[in-house]
């Protein structure tokens, strides 16, 4: 299993994992004991916004979740799309991934208001990223 991205938010904190097709979600109110939820939510990537988690994965998908536990699927982005990295600020997510899940070269980016509805995807780089942060004034 893979573990790959935390955010905290509503009291707890939210890690994603993957394995093969499936992963799971884990939750800790302290960031030392953690409660395993068994699901079919294979993430790469997790952000909190205030009110809900957003968490991004393989084939497109979008999960969103207002407690970290219960989970609303949504196929949002072209299925060929793997994110890296979701981030929140200024109003807006902003998800970055590949198109080419072997090799993370020619990065693209995505933009929401709410996490479910994204712009089409806009080619950034043909460089690898691996994370990226908002600069506000």
Known sequence: MDYYDVAFGNGRFVLVSSCANDGDVFT?????????????????????????????????RIWTSTDGENWTEHRALPSNFLPSKIKYGNGNYIIMGTLNRYWFVNQF???????????????????SINDFCFITE
């Open 109 to 127: 980016v995505a933009i929401s208001k709410d996490g479910i509805n994204w712009t089409d995807l806009k080619k950034v780089t043909d460089e």
């Open 28 to 60: 800790s109110t302290d960031g030392l004991n953690w409660k395993r939820l068994f699901t079919e939510i294979s993430c790469q990537c997790i952000t909190f916004d205030g009110k809900q988690f957003v968490a991004g994965g393989g084939g497109g």
